[in-house]
Every structure is written in C-alpha cells, then in structure tokens.
C-alpha cells in the first residue's frame, strides 16, 4: 500500500537531492519509496536504538550500519510492533493511564513504525547519504565525585552473585545530591545496581569497619546493609537527575553501599569494576527526594481474594503454579506519613521477580483535591525481569500526583507461573530445582515473588539553616510506606 502523499513529499526531497531526475516520479516501475535509510529510518533507529545497538554496546547486534539494518530488518519491525523493543514497559489502556507521559520514553510513535514497515515494503531503499543524529547521550552533566571500588570482583561459574562495597561519597558537611550514575565496567556481567545510603553514624562506623571502603564482599540476595534506597541502576538507564529544587541529603560523612547483581553466565575471570558518578548542588533545594514502597501484602483486609482461591478463603499472597494470569490486588490506606508535608509522587519504580507479567498502581483519594482528582492511574505497565527501570513523570513538580495521609493506594499484579513462560523456566534453573512450576509466594528469594511499587517521592524540605552546622539534619520517618532496602 502506497500513501499517495508520502510519495509526493519524498517525490520532492528526492528530486532536490538527485537534481531533477524527473524519471524517477513517472517510471511507473519504479516508484518512489516511501522511506530511505538516511532521511527516515536512520534517523529513527539512532535515536531509539543505537544507544545499545552499537559496537561494543549491550545489545547482541549493532543496527549503526545500513548493512545491519537491512539484514534485520524484519526482526527489527517484530520487535518494535510487539512493544518489546526499545526496551520500555509503561501501558497506557482503559483500566490505567498515568495523566502524565515519561521521560525519555523511547518508544516509536504509530507513524515512525509505519515509516519501518513502508521502508521495507518498499525494497530498503538507501537515500541519499546524509550523517545520522547521535544517541542522546547517556552520560551525567556537572560530575562533582566520582566513586570507585578499590578491588575489583572477579566472576565465575554460572551462578548470579549479589556483590556488595561500600563507597564514599567524601562529604563532611550535609549534602545535596541531584544526579547520580552507575557505570559498569564490565557490561558482560553486571546485570544491575542498587545504591542505597547507611544515614546512621553508628551503623556508618560498623559496616566501615567490618568491610572497609570499596572491597567487595558477597553480600547475598538480602543482605544489602542501607537506610534506604537512592537509585536502582539498570542496562541502558538514563542517569538519575532531578531538577535543582528537589535533592537527595546526603548525611555528613554519609556512606553509600553499592550492590551489583553479576549475571555471570559462564563468563569466567571477568573482572569488574563499577563506578558511580555523583553531582552535589550547592542549592538548599525545596524538596527532598526519598524512595519509598507500598504493595507486597500478606493477607486482608489489605490483600484482596483471588479468582483462584476457594471462594470464602482467607486471601493469601500465593501464586498457584500452571495459572497463566494469576492476580493479586491490595490495597494499602496510608494513616501516616511521618510528619512528611508537600508529598508528590515524582518517579515510579515497579519491582517483580522472575514470573510476574504486569504491574500497575493507583491512587484513591477520599475526595478531589486541588489538581488531584478523587482517583487516578499512578502507573501501569508489563513486567521484565531484565529492564527494570525508574519512570519518571515529565511535568514540573507542583503538578506531580499529591498524597496526603488518608489516601488509599492500590496495586495490582499478574504472574505467569506456567512452564511455557521462559522466565519460569530460568527461576527453576537458577534454583537448581526440575523444570515444573511450583506454587510461589511473597519473599525475597528468586523462588519467591513480589509486587511493589517503589515510588520517588519528593516532599518539603526543611527551611535552609543560618549555617550548616547549626541544625543537625535527621532525616524523616515515612510513615506507612516502607522504605526499601533491598531489590533484586
Ligand atoms: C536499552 C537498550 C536497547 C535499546 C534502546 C534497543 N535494544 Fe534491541 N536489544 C537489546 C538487548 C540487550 C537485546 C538482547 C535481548 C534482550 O536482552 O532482550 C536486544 C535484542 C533485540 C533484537 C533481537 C531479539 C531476539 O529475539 O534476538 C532486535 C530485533 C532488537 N533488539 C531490535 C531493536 C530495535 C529495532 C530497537 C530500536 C527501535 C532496539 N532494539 C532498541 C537492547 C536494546
């Protein structure tokens, strides 16, 4: 199918570039493709995909090439029409839609994925050579420290291991920290990152000196000491930034523990070493940033039943095994928010294990307030193990979704516990246990499962001291939310 109007502006960029060759509109033969290379779909793939498509980057082929294109080129449209690639799980549908969109959302609009399609169809034409826009760079702005271990951590076998150092961030004073970024050295092995920051000096003074500062030791899949989690790293993740008006405090000689998830995978004797990049403001900033979760409940009134349950059960948090859409749903009201004002819900982080195939969160008010409706969608998308991201809402703070004490928040997910979901089948496998699904219920552990929404919070700051020293920072209670400390 030809779109007659396509054909009559590209006839024109053409005609312009190949200096009238007028046959090329008449010849009926051969007509105008509808796109090329270098004036469409080039342009598309390096700002959607050569981010990881790229030599030497994480995906397993490079897409810089024409070459590379045309060879995967229907691969490419499957990907991109099943919602799989780029890599990006946020849904938008009837039940769920956040009132604001993402940042960095690098999905393909309808029209960019027809532009694909007719570039194909219509033989892969080349175009005329033009240079093809980068990548939007990944890297942080304004770098103020970076942090490296000092011992890097070798890999072996085929195990997944959970790595822990502990890094120094090298502030005395109070601190405000508005960016952050995980740099993996070995992108073969590390499968992600969580920072979290150890607030209390106490706690500060022993991991110090059990562990010492940027050696590594295996700190298992729950061990991650932390007051609470700064930011969640995975492959192909734009940095953490906030704006200068919300920041993360960082405590005087705050520490950070940096826990990578090594996805060895026979990759034996792969050193790595793994830095993170840190920018200080020297702004007192007018909120502050703090992780937060709600969801992962046990039984009523907060769980809901289940259609697979026995009806008159009381509901449990289980995952029968061979249930392809298994739900939960919960509901937590949260009575207290620690004495925290001005709360705004500036990211959603959604975390899952190895089985769960969606997630999503709304927000129930007991009546409308200001711009906040009585209830709306918070966030809603798939689930994949493996691109595990932070959605951030692309609005200025003020017109971010509010929560006040009172507010109910409600969490829904699914789970294909069947052994045709190849996730089931890695969970086994990595569990060492025969490929059979099992029942699966709420924990921490690979053969466990979650449902938790972890949120970016930003709420008022306390007003800016006469001088550093004179008021000590504590930092705040969150009331009922529970502050995560550990995510695999
Ligand atoms: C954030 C990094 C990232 C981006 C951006 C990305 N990919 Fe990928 N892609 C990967 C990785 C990693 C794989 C390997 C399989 C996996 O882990 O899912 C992959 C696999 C693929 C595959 C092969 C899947 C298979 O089954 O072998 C295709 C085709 C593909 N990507 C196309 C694209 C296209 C087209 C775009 C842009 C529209 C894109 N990708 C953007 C990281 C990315």
Redesign the pocket.
């Known amino acids: 199918m030809r779109h007659p109007l396509a054909l009559f502006t590209f006839g024109v960029g053409l005609l312009t570039a190949a200096c009238g060759t007028d046959t090329m509109i008449e010849d009926d033969d051969k007509p105008v493709p509808r796109a090329t290379w270098y004036q469409d779909v080039g342009p ?2 390096a700002q ?2 050569m ?3 790229s030599p030497g980057g ?3 082929f490079s ?1 810089t090439e024409y070459e590379d294109a045309v060879e ?1 080129s229907m ?2 449209v ?3 029409d099943a919602g ?4 990006f799980d946020a849904r938008e549908d009837a039940d769920c839609t956040p009132r604001h969109t993402w940042v960095d959302d ?1 999905r ?1 609009t309808d029209a960019q994925k027809q532009t694909l399609h007719a570039w194909i169809e219509d033989g892969h034409a080349l175009g005329t050579e033009a240079e093809l826009p980068k990548p939007k760079s990944t890297a942080l702005e304004g770098i103020s420290k970076t942090m490296t271990p000092s011992v890097g951590w070798t890999t072996t076998g085929t195990k997944d291991q959970f790595i822990c150092y502990v890094l120094d961030p090298g502030n005395k004073e109070l601190t405000w920290l508005t960016g952050l970024q995980v740099r993996p050295g070995n992108a073969l092995v590390v499968h992600h990152a969580v920072l979290t920051e150890l607030t209390k000096q106490e706690d500060i003074t022993a991991v110090v000196a059990q562990r010492g500062i940027g050696v590594p030791w295996d700190c298992g899949d729950n061990q991650t000491p932390g007051d609470f989690v700064v930011n969640v790293w995975t ?2 993740n734009q940095p953490m930034q906030t704006p200068v008006e919300l920041a993360v405090p960082l405590v005087p000689n705050a520490k950070m523990v940096m826990q990578i998830h090594y996805h060895p995978a026979g990759q034996n004797n792969q050193i790595d070493f793994t830095s993170v990049d840190l920018r200080f403001s020297s702004v007192w900033p007018r909120k502050m940033y703090f992780v937060a979760a709600v969801g992962n409940e046990l039984e009523a009134p907060n769980l809901m039943p289940s259609p697979d349950e026995a009806p008159g059960a009381p509901p449990r948090f289980m995952i029968p095994k061979n249930v392809p859409d298994h739900p939960e749903k919960m509901f937590r009201t949260l009575e207290s928010l620690g004495g925290l004002t001005g709360v705004k819900v500036f990211s959603v982080n959604p975390h899952m294990h190895l089985v769960g195939t969606h997630i999503s969160g709304k927000i129930n008010r007991p009546a409308a307030r200001g711009n906040d409706p009585k209830s709306e969608c918070l966030a809603n998308g798939g689930w994949n193990f ?1 691109w595990q991201r932070t959605y951030i809402y692309d609005a200025p703070i003020d017109q971010l979704p509010g929560i006040e004490a009172g507010d109910t928040i409600e969490i829904s997910c699914k789970w294909n516990n069947t052994i045709q979901n190849p996730f089931v089948q890695r969970m086994l496998r990595d569990s060492n246990l025969p490929p059979q699904p099992i029942d699966l219920q709420l924990g921490e552990q690979t053969t466990n499962e979650m449902c938790l929404e972890i949120f970016g919070l930003a709420v008022d700051a306390p007003p800016p001291p006469p001088t550093a020293r004179s008021v000590p920072f504590v930092m705040p209670e969150l009331g009922n939310f529970q502050r995560r400390r550990n995510i695999q």
Request: proline share 19%; with cysteine; glycine share 8%.
């Open positions: 598309i793939v959607h995909c981010g990881c498509h994480i995906a397993p897409l995967t691969q490419m499957e990907k991109v799989e690639m780029p890599p690098p393909l492959p192909g493996d």
